[in-house]
């Protein structure tokens, strides 16, 4: 049900990728930036009906949209927490990243999801615990809900890869 590998998640064929977006979703650097770029102006267009009926996406929530020229079929937007030394709910505030993708996931009828490594870029979540935090949280999802069939971790950099790799590798 879980699969890691590394690549770029722009190029992953399931129903849904997911997109470490800010909260103004309306794109930005990094993982965001290159699913903006390769998804198209679709993409953009609904993420502004989203800010005009919300007013953006909040830290740990998430919301959907097309996935635009993609090979997904959606894009699941979530916002990661910037860390600052972990004493502001940062972990709790990830965990909730990938539970709230997830259900939004399961209540759209996706069955296969890709997620990169989100908070770990510029927002310097420490790499070692985000790896973590998101495995035991998407293990604790798939033990109470087995809509979804597979689970992606798809790692940009070889250091987030060997991270996820022993972690998977112990059963974690």
Same mark, same amino acid.
């Given at each position: 049900?879980?699969?890691?590998?590394?690549?770029?998640i722009?190029?992953?064929?399931?129903?849904?990728?997911v997109n470490a977006a800010?909260?103004?979703?309306?794109?930005?650097?990094?993982v965001d930036g290159a699913i903006h770029r390769a998804g198209g102006p679709a993409i953009l267009e609904e993420c502004r009906q989203i800010r005009a009926k919300q007013g953006g996406c909040a830290i740990g929530a998430a919301?959907?949209?097309?996935?635009?020229? /993609?090979? %997904?079929?959606?894009?699941? +937007?979530?916002?990661?927490?910037v860390w600052n030394g972990g004493h502001n709910g940062e972990p709790? /505030?990830? %965990?909730?990243?990938?539970? +709230?993708?997830?259900?939004?996931?399961?209540?759209?009828?996706?069955k296969t999801i890709a997620f990169p490594n989100i908070s770990t870029g510029i927002y310097?979540?420490?790499?070692?615990?985000?790896?973590t935090i998101a495995i035991t949280t998407v293990q604790q999802f798939l033990a109470t809900d087995n809509t979804i069939k597979e689970i992606i971790f798809v790692c940009f950099d070889e250091e987030n890869y060997a991270l996820y790799k022993e972690r998977l590798d112990k059963g974690q």
């Open positions: 049900m879980i699969r890691l590998i590394q690549g770029d722009t190029k992953i064929e399931v129903d849904a990728i800010n909260t103004s979703l309306l794109g930005g650097g990094g919301v959907i949209t097309t996935a635009g020229r /993609l090979p %997904a079929k959606y894009v699941i +937007h979530t916002v990661g927490p709790e /505030l990830l %965990a909730n990243c990938y539970r +709230h993708s997830l259900q939004l996931a399961v209540e759209t009828g996706i310097h979540f420490p790499k070692s615990e985000a790896a």
